[in-house]
């Protein structure tokens, strides 16, 4: 796949990108038929929807949910076409929308929802909606068209998620295992896949939106590709994302148009907290290594005078941030002297110890490697792949851990990461605190929006009181679109389709 702004990062200081002054617009015109659109953002990790580890910028266009994620990050129907919640938080009730047609003809029904929200629970380990699945009472088709999800106590997070419970034909080929072709319902059909090169995904004639799609067909670069700026420029690509050390000359190109996620991808430092090692399993340590940090300068190199720096998992205007928690941060200024004193305090000569830091291959861990260098340690950096780093972090043999998280339908799915059965928890050091799961489900059960940030806040405090990881800050990726794209722009999240945009929109001027 192409170099994702979300994960493996090659960035550079550069000064902030002013993208709203410099993004051009362009007339909207009467959609044209046909076109291939060359899409390059995140890759495909799975042929099976229900059994991804993240990668979520090619599947929407051939699968779709309940729900969507609009721009501003609200929900709003999709395949339910309405939805109702009970009072007491507990009774979903999802109206499906009539006259949708999954890839082979079918016509989908609530039953086929049902057989979706089953498989989930009973089939699939780990991923996003497991939890959720798992805490249902009841799953039923009330008519042809209505079905009733019942939980056994309430979670908050619900209608958000469902945008990611992806509905599958049950007849798609490896439903009682691992799906290998997936029927779905999207505005494109799963075509050609070849793993780490391309995906090629047909327009499907029978697509419920009337008149839509306008392309003929999607064909996503999944290659990694060290500047897709060239791509873009040359024509090969008509929509990317594009790292910000790559993006200053596509802002002087009045063909270009530069557009954020609007959710963002987070930065952060995370310790083993499965299996620690001394000297780290002291928490005096943990915090010499957070006092080592210049989290301005770490976040200037990524995104410059853009970049948020802060100790939250979101940012200012987000719900969920807590301003008071933000300007408490000791960690907002890098402080050698406190840090070699907690070393001392510790009874840690560094220079004894050579740390395992394990990061993707990206440029900005190299910075934070020198700052704990500062302290005496011997630093002994791996840079790794997708696949190379998951092996890595499962085997806790490392003693800390540079990374970035992107955006996400719901902050749940940041929060369910750190909780002891969660999925792909490694990032995080596999945090084990019944504590900490006990707190994240009080908040995930309560219906009162002020009361769920409250709780949530709690989590939060109780990760920071125990130094499991540190926030350093957080960027907002850009995608950058040829001026031939026109209908299509970025959404909340990396999904390339939504119930009110993406793909199904998109057509290509001649």
Request: glycine share 8%.
């Amino acid at each position: 796949m192409l170099l994702p702004v979300s994960r493996r990062l090659a960035l550079s200081g550069l000064a902030g990108l002013p993208l709203l002054a410099l993004r051009p617009s362009f007339a909207q015109e009467t959609p044209r038929r046909g076109g291939v659109l060359k899409y390059a953002t995140l890759g495909l990790d799975t042929a099976d929807p229900h059994r991804h580890t993240g990668a979520l910028g090619v599947q929407q266009a051939f699968v779709e949910g309940l729900t969507s994620i609009a721009t501003n990050g609200s929900v709003e129907p999709f395949l339910a076409e309405s939805f109702e919640v009970s009072p007491d938080g507990k009774l979903y009730t999802f109206r499906i929308r009539q006259g949708v047609r999954f890839h082979n003809g079918d016509l989908l029904t609530a039953a086929d929802v049902v057989a979706n929200m089953e498989r989930v629970k009973t089939k699939v380990r780990g991923g996003w909606l497991t939890s959720a699945m798992r805490g249902a009472e009841s799953m039923v088709a009330t008519d042809a068209s209505t079905v009733q999800l019942r939980l056994k106590q309430p979670f908050a997070p619900l209608l958000n998620l469902v945008s990611e419970l992806w509905i599958l034909s049950p007849k798609s080929p490896g439903w009682d295992a691992t799906i290998t072709q997936p029927i779905g319902t999207g505005p494109f059909t799963f075509g050609e896949w070849q793993p780490k090169t391309v995906f090629r995904a047909p327009a499907f004639e029978g697509y419920w939106q009337q008149g839509r799609p306008y392309l003929s067909a999607v064909e996503f670069d999944l290659r990694e590709v060290a500047d897709p700026g060239l791509a873009l420029r040359a024509g090969d690509l008509h929509v990317a994302s594009v790292t910000r050390d790559k993006l200053r000359p596509l802002l002087r190109d009045a063909t270009m148009k530069p557009q954020p996620i609007q959710d963002t991808t987070w930065y952060f430092a995370a310790f083993n907290n499965r299996k620690p090692s001394a000297p780290m399993d002291d928490a005096r340590v943990r915090q010499a290594i957070g006092h080592a940090i210049d989290k301005r300068a770490v976040m200037n190199f990524v995104a410059g005078r853009d970049a948020i720096v802060t100790n939250q998992m979101v940012i200012p205007g987000n719900v969920y941030f807590d301003q008071a928690t933000h300007d408490a941060d000791i960690y907002a200024k890098p402080d050698l002297d406190r840090a070699r004193a907690l070393l001392r305090e510790a009874g840690v000569d560094p220079t004894k110890r050579k740390l395992e830091v394990i990061s993707w291959q990206s440029a900005y861990p190299q910075t934070i490697v020198q700052m704990i260098k500062r302290l005496g340690f011997e630093v002994n950096h791996v840079a790794l792949d997708d696949v190379g780093a998951q092996r890595r972090l499962g085997q806790y043999d490392w003693d800390i851990a540079l990374f970035e998280s992107g955006p996400r339908a719901d902050i749940f799915l940041r929060y369910v990461r750190l909780t002891s059965d969660g999925p792909n928890p490694v990032l995080w050091g596999g945090i084990q605190d019944e504590a900490l799961d006990t707190l994240i489900d009080k908040a995930v059960a309560e219906p009162d929006q002020p009361k769920r940030v409250a709780n949530y806040l709690a989590a939060w405090k109780h990760v920071m009181a125990r130094d499991y990881f540190y926030v350093l800050g957080h960027e907002q990726s850009v995608i950058v679109n040829r001026a031939e794209v026109q209908g299509w722009q970025p959404g909340f999240t990396w999904s390339p389709h939504w119930a009110s945009g993406g793909l199904a929109q998109a057509w290509l001027k001649a």
